[in-house]
């Protein structure tokens, strides 16, 4: 009878011991963090954007082009290395003003392959936890410019159908670890001599937010038609998702005033949402001009008047 009681006694502590210890180790394990929703109202020709030189990290830049434009950007984009993680601070800084972060990650030096089989999903959740617990609306696009062949990942260099499998990849990892604030930008470049066949590129309806379209004005020949028009109307051709003009910009050599003009009217007439200007200075002839506007009197004047004119109010999403 002891033996037994001796028994009963030493399994009824061991089973506390257990429950205590189990209890201990579920507090230590965090409990995962719960999912972040946010969205982007897709609102036509509401949506003005900048990329700026020095932002991140400064937001100097961003001031004076509101104040240049008559109106301040919903819109700062920048660009982000492989391998570079995603700048809460930053995000936090810019959304105090009323502005988005726009995401382009660049995947040089990775393989295209290697990110759809998940050899760096390591990184792709710790990218996807920061911008979940960010919190707010983000737009990020990967691969930006993919019909194009100067980058590594674009055509003639990487098969569109790895793109594709790498890009949905990317939207269902980031699903998965509860980053629903990615507004998901699927951006290529103009159709032009050398681009290949837009609709190779595409992931899906499922996979994809926004359209972006890159192009410039690099002529006194270039109209609105002839840069975006052909391009926008491959894509509707397959997909009715909003199209923002991602990239964009009018150079000296094309005559900026009234071409200016132009892009803001071309934005309005095919029912975009928006564009985001590249001001940045370039010096490498016809392809690489000084695209900032600031310094030019005629051109501030004509971007003020496009804005004032074709621009809606902006009414921000959920």
Not at 91 to 107: S, Y
Not at 263 to 292: C, E
Request: glycine fraction near 12%; avoid cysteine.
């Amino acid at each position: 009878m002891k033996s037994k009681l001796a028994m009963f006694l030493a399994v009824a502590l061991a089973a506390a011991a257990l429950g205590v210890a189990a209890g201990r180790l579920i507090r230590l394990v965090p409990s995962p963090r719960p999912p972040a929703h946010a969205t982007l109202a897709p609102q036509l020709a509401s949506y003005l954007g900048a990329f700026e030189p020095g932002s991140p990290p400064g937001y100097a830049a961003v001031t004076g082009f509101g104040q240049m434009a008559g109106r301040p950007p919903n819109l700062l984009g920048y660009y982000s290395g492989w391998a570079q993680p995603f700048d809460g601070a930053f995000a936090q800084t810019i959304r105090k003003h009323g502005v988005i972060p726009f995401v382009q990650i660049g995947p040089t030096h990775a393989s295209i392959a290697a990110i759809a089989a998940g050899t760096y999903d390591e990184y792709l959740r710790a990218y996807a936890g920061r911008v979940r617990d960010f919190g707010h609306a983000v737009v990020i696009g990967f691969g930006h410019e993919m019909n194009a062949p100067w980058y590594s990942w674009g055509y003639g260099h990487t098969q569109a159908a790895t793109f594709v499998a790498a890009w949905r990849h990317i939207v269902t990892l980031f699903r998965g670890q509860g980053a629903e604030n990615v507004t998901w930008l699927w951006t290529i470049q103009a159709d032009e001599p050398g681009t290949g066949p837009v609709a190779s590129w595409w992931p899906g309806a499922r996979y994809v937010t926004w359209v972006g379209i890159d192009g410039y004005y690099y002529r006194h020949s270039d109209t609105f038609a002839t840069v975006f028009g052909k391009t926008i109307t491959q894509v509707r051709s397959f997909t009715g998702k909003p199209v923002l003009l991602s990239e964009t910009a009018v150079g000296p050599e094309a005559g900026q005033f009234a071409k200016i003009q132009d892009l803001f009217h071309g934005m309005a007439k095919y029912k975009t949402l928006g564009l985001v200007w590249f001001d940045k200075p370039q010096h490498g002839g016809l392809y690489h001009q000084d695209w900032r506007i600031e310094d030019n009197v005629q051109a501030e004047i004509s971007f003020r008047l496009g804005v004032r004119d074709e621009l809606a109010p902006y009414r921000p999403g959920s």
